[in-house]
């Protein structure tokens, strides 16, 4: 029987799982008894001692759970806001990320960090940030991007239970999703891109929302094109084996991203594709611009790649009549609520 249930309380329903499983497991962060959208909400009544609110130092939080992580404890931190965690880049980037490499390999930094990243309604260029790709440039993280809610449950628990420091990039836009997802405990690979459609025409290559609009996008084309949908999963490292397999087969290549092109995810996907592949046309990376994001809604209606943008990418590529249709206010501006099958 199918259990619906939304991104943020499949997170909520790990962490919680999490706690009561292994006495190792703690959560910090700002706001973190309050709720964090949900993700955490009534977890400090049932584990006072154990899902902490901190002081307004993203720094020095980061720094303890590092400090935790390294004595054997198995610390979750949470930062509501992309552009909040670069105060504590220091301690992922240099300390987290570099520890075990330094001390031979016997010292490991079981450290988890979920990062909320910002497309929302009206926050502007400060509070709307991706920076996917600049965490996963850094060496010495895993980075994964939950797409479903299936995967944020999945993803959360493998991030917990690996000796290494993995950060979980979740996109807010997404937090509203549904999904059947079990109530079990599961594991979920942090290293494996999947496979979720099956197609012989053209390789289509997502993450995190852009995954969710290139869901939506197909349900506009029909049967007219068989697409092959791959979501990345893993920006750190990117699982290029499972990608190059599918771009062997259909020879067409569209990479989606939902932040600016330059330096991005799917520069680094298409790089990858070819050293090694021949296509039969060049392969494209459907983007944001290279500008920062606006905060107008007339401004932003223009910005993000929409499903309908996607739909005519992938008809363009395949020389098919292009969609023609206009999305309302909500469609363009307001975070879906959509169940994703």
Excluded at 20 to 28: E, I, Q, S, T
Excluded at 105 to 115: A, D, E, H, K, S
Excluded at 215 to 228: D, M, P, T
């Amino acid at each position: 029987m199918a259990r619906i249930i939304k991104y943020a309380d499949a997170l909520k329903e790990a962490t919680e799982q999490l706690l009561l499983r292994d006495k190792r497991v703690f959560v910090l962060g700002l706001g973190v008894p309050q709720g964090a959208g949900g993700t955490t909400t009534d977890l400090a009544k049932k584990y006072p001692h154990r899902v902490l609110d901190t002081p307004t130092s993203e720094a020095a939080l980061t720094g303890l759970a590092v400090g935790a992580a390294m004595s054997g404890l198995r610390p979750i931190v949470h930062h509501d806001r992309v552009e909040f965690s670069l105060l504590a880049s220091d301690q992922m980037f240099t300390q987290a990320a570099k520890w075990n490499y330094m001390f031979g390999g016997g010292n490991p930094v079981p450290l988890t960090v979920r990062i909320v990243v910002g497309r929302q309604w009206g926050n502007g260029p400060q509070h709307s940030q991706a920076l996917y790709a600049m965490y996963g440039a850094v060496r010495g993280l895993k980075v994964v991007i939950p797409s479903t809610p299936h995967m944020a449950k999945g993803l959360l628990i493998s991030a917990v239970r690996d000796p290494n420091p993995v950060l979980v990039l979740e996109p807010r836009w997404l937090y509203q999703t549904k999904q059947d997802v079990p109530k079990r405990m599961f594991e979920v690979p942090l290293e494996k891109a999947r496979v979720l459609c099956k197609g012989k025409d053209l390789t289509v290559v997502a993450y995190g929302d852009g995954l969710v609009d290139s869901l939506q996008a197909l349900e506009l084309i029909g049967r007219k094109i068989s697409v092959e949908l791959i979501d990345v999963v893993s920006i750190n490292p990117i699982d290029h084996d499972t990608i190059r397999k599918s771009v062997m087969k259909t020879g067409r290549l569209l990479c989606i991203d939902t932040t600016s092109e330059a330096f991005g995810v799917g520069s680094e996907i298409v790089a990858g594709v070819m050293k090694s592949c021949t296509l039969k046309q060049r392969p494209v990376v459907l983007a944001a611009p290279n500008v920062p994001c606006p905060t107008s809604t007339i401004l932003t209606a223009n910005w993000y790649p929409t499903k309908v943008d996607i739909a005519n990418a992938i008809l363009r590529a395949m020389k098919k009549p292009m969609v023609k249709k206009t999305l309302t206010f909500a469609e363009l501006h307001l975070a879906p609520s959509y169940t994703i099958v």
